[in-house]
Nanobody, 124 residues
Framework: QVQLVESGGGLVQAGGSLRLSCAASGHTSNRYTMGWFRQAPGKERAFVTAISWSSDTTYYADSVKDRFTISRDNAENTVYLQMNSLKPEDTAIYYC?????????????????WGQGTQVTVSS
């Protein structure tokens, strides 16, 4: 079992930046692929980005490419999502997720563990 806790969400103006964190506890000795998803009001939860255990592979949804950066610190059991040039359409609850698969899963079913989410609101 792995427990995930997100933090760092908040209210920001369009064009601004936020950095989300996801702290993992429990069976962190496994080599998890980590991902971020988001769910906007009235929409399905959607893939944002993922990173391999060794950080040598990352994958981004087209909508956030070149604006968001995922990173991880395995010594601290923490994954980060740096979000720059934020847009109102980035407003959503952001969820951290962990997968035992080595592939960069982009579907919710690829991830076994989920955090409770953190709200990001971007005002225009």
């Amino acid at each position: 079992q792995v427990q995930l806790v997100e933090s760092g969400g908040g209210l920001v103006q369009a064009g601004g930046s936020l950095r989300l964190s996801c702290a993992a506890s429990g069976h962190t000795s496994n080599r998890y692929t980590m991902g971020w998803f988001r769910q906007a009001p009235g929409k399905e939860r959607a893939f944002v980005t993922a990173i391999s255990w060794s950080s040598d592979t990352t994958y981004y949804a087209d909508s956030v490419k070149d604006r968001f950066t995922i990173s991880r610190d395995n010594a601290e059991n923490t994954v980060y999502l740096q979000m720059n040039s934020l847009k109102p359409e980035d407003t959503a609850i952001y969820y951290c997720a962990a997968s035992l698969s080595l592939s960069m899963g982009t579907t919710q079913s690829s991830y076994a563990y989920w955090g409770q989410g953190t709200q990001v609101t971007v005002s225009s």
